[in-house]
């Protein structure tokens, strides 16, 4: 038998209910694979002892004859931007360190409702802000991925970078998300595994520390489309307490995913084929037209012309709305409090936030403050919302002539720990693939395509209409089946 | 448009986020650069577009109008609220002092 730790989410639960192991032994292994993999940087937090009551209630209930939950005996890795009742939750920032929340987000709690355990807490870059996992307050998060022939440190990609590497190590089967602007797809993309952003308001946003919330959107991260799929019916749901919870049932997409094209028509938006776009990246694009024609779809040439206005659209409208929800850390009612000898409350206040949020996170506190700003709020902020109104209109028409878009998920494969940390523009253009969809609030998901002549994983990423995370699984499905992507970091560390 | 150093003070002291004279200096070229890229905004056609309020058309819902409708963010719960405080008093949170 292969190690338990190659196995998914669905080979797992249904080894599991099968016993062929048990649930217990699946931790066991997984529990082992994370504490041997602290190079990685992946976990701020480690939970063995979750991951094992969880088995430990599973092989319970199976002995007792009583149904399992569909994640039954899955150990799975949980971005700490997801308040876990008792277990530190800090969004990978001073100012809530030590925060242990009196509550559990509604995504973790349906997860273990579903009957998966948590392995720990996972890096991020801080508050979710960052393509690189290099703004997190509790150090880099290296990528299991290294270039052929060099020991230099790669990015696993971001925000969800301790997500991806656990992934793409083995350390975890699966692991949750958070997607605001590509932070879910952007890091599969890097790694070689595959992460879905679902509809906006699918998984409900209660207890996920806010980022930008018009935008920020729960979802899987796996090593196959259809792991992905059981474990976002798991994630997903109406939640009352979200008042932008999409009323909706939950689809079994895992149940009715389906790679046959047939009939389908695939768009191709001309104006992602931007210049100085990585030759390779390009490559892989056409290999993804040719996978999906195989498949039976109709390819097609469709034009999203305010494409190139996403990104500081979104460099405007994610920092508005950051620079407001970030404002509640205030040294007051949770998290760190800096209090100077003989400071008033505003300079409490100014002391705690000094200390405890990070450059890039100050730097977006600070364009969302100016943006939102008495005389510059319309110049920016009002026009970028318009903009924002013309970048789904351009979709929508789309939809006119396509169930699905195919294009890169970002405009290179991974770079070194270090290269763009100190030119923010630059780190903000491995979005520009990804953020469009964000802005519409559309189901996007990014799938291996192969490796670049460095050994490193490209992605590919599918785009689909409002509420059709099943379109989008299945042409997701269809690339899997055909790229026959099986290549896997060697372990180093 | 550019900004200059006191306006970047300003911001931050809006933000309430303290920094000292370095740090302003770092970010006066840093949020200069961020502005000019993003005011290529400024070049696309809005005539008749209204900005954009919700990406997925809804509805806000209303609960109805119960004590404690969710017994988890209702009341009753002190403990539990200020649990995570640095420096709770007396069944409150504590601040240093607001008046003269």
């Known amino acids: 038998m292969s190690e338990l730790t190659d196995l998914g989410v669905k080979a797992i639960r249904d080894g599991v209910a099968g016993g062929e192991f048990s649930a217990r032994e699946v931790a066991e292994a997984f529990n082992a694979a994370v504490a041997g993999a602290a190079q990685l940087n992946a976990f701020i937090v480690t939970t063995p002892e979750?991951?094992?009551?969880?088995a430990h209630a599973t092989d319970a209930a199976r002995a007792g004859g009583k149904p399992l939950g569909k994640l039954a005996g899955v150990p799975i890795g949980m971005k700490d931007l997801f308040a876990t009742r008792g277990v530190q939750t800090t969004a990978a920032s001073h100012i809530l360190e030590g925060f242990k929340p009196e509550y559990e987000s509604t995504v973790s709690q349906k997860l273990w409702d579903a009957g998966a355990g948590m392995l720990g807490k996972l890096n991020l870059d801080q508050f979710a802000m960052g393509s690189s996992n290099e703004t997190s307050y509790f150090g880099n998060v290296s990528s299991p991925w290294r270039k052929a022939g060099s020991n230099a440190a790669l990015a696993p990609g971001g925000s969800s970078g301790g997500s991806s590497a656990a992934v793409a190590a083995r350390i975890a089967p699966a692991a949750t998300g958070t997607d605001t602007g590509g932070s879910i797809r952007q890091p599969a993309a890097f790694t070689g595994i595959s992460g879905i952003k679902p509809t906006y308001g699918r998984c409900s946003r209660w207890g996920i520390v806010a980022f930008a919330s018009s935008l920020d959107q729960a979802g899987p991260m796996a090593r196959s489309v259809e792991d992905c799929a059981i474990m976002l019916e798991a994630m997903a749901g109406f939640d009352p307490k979200d008042s932008t919870s999409l009323d909706m049932?939950?689809?079994?997409?895992?149940?009715?995913?389906?790679?046959?094209?047939?009939g389908k028509r695939v768009g191709i938006p001309r104006e992602y084929r931007m210049d100085g776009t990585d030759a390779e990246i390009l490559k892989s694009w056409d290999d993804g037209i040719a996978w999906l024609?195989?498949?039976?779809?109709?390819?097609?040439d469709v034009s999203l012309p305010h494409t190139q206005y996403?990104?500081?659209?979104?460099?405007?409208?994610a920092p508005a709305e950051a620079s407001s929800n970030l404002a509640r850390y205030d040294g007051v009612r949770y998290g760190l409090r800096e209090l100077p000898q003989g400071a008033n409350l505003q300079d409490m206040y100014a002391a705690t936030r000094a200390a405890g949020f990070g450059d890039e996170v100050k730097r977006r506190i600070l364009i969302g403050t100016y943006v939102l700003s008495a005389g510059f709020y319309d110049a920016y902020y009002t026009q970028a919302q318009k903009v924002r109104a013309l970048i789904a209109r351009d979709f929508a028409e789309a939809w006119a002539q396509c169930d699905v878009l195919l294009a890169p998920t970002t405009p290179t494969a991974s770079f070194a720990l270090g290269d763009k940390v100190d030119d923010p523009l630059a780190m903000y253009l491995n979005d520009v693939f990804s953020v469009p969809a964000s802005l519409a609030g559309l189901p996007a998901m990014s799938v291996p395509a192969g490796l670049n002549g460095d050994g490193l994983p490209l992605g590919l990423q599918v785009i689909g209409r409002p509420f059709d995370e099943q379109g989008v699984l299945n042409a997701g499905l269809a690339i899997e089946q055909r790229a026959g992507f099986v290549a896997r970091p060697e372990k180093w560390w | 448009m550019s900004v200059d150093r006191k306006t970047v003070a300003k911001i931050a002291s809006l933000a309430r986020i303290r920094m000292d004279e370095a740090e302003l200096?770092?970010?006066?070229?840093?949020?200069?650069a961020i502005l000019a890229w993003v005011e290529q905004l400024g070049e696309v056609d809005v005539t008749g577009v209204a900005p954009m309020t919700a990406v997925i058309p809804q509805a806000l819902r209303l609960r109805d109008d119960v004590v404690d409708a969710d017994p988890l963010t209702g009341g009753g719960v002190r403990d539990a609220v200020l649990a995570n405080a640095p420096a709770p008093e007396h069944g409150f949170f504590g601040v240093p002092k607001v008046i003269e």
């Open chain 1, 249 to 262: 049932a939950v689809p079994e997409w895992s149940a009715s995913l389906d790679a046959n094209l047939t």
């Open chain 1, 293 to 300: 024609k195989d498949a039976g779809a109709e390819v097609i």
């Open chain 1, 50 to 54: 979750h991951a094992l009551a969880a």
């Open chain 2, 25 to 32: 200096d770092r970010m006066v070229p840093e949020f200069n």
């Open chain 1, 310 to 317: 996403a990104l500081p659209a979104y460099y405007i409208i």
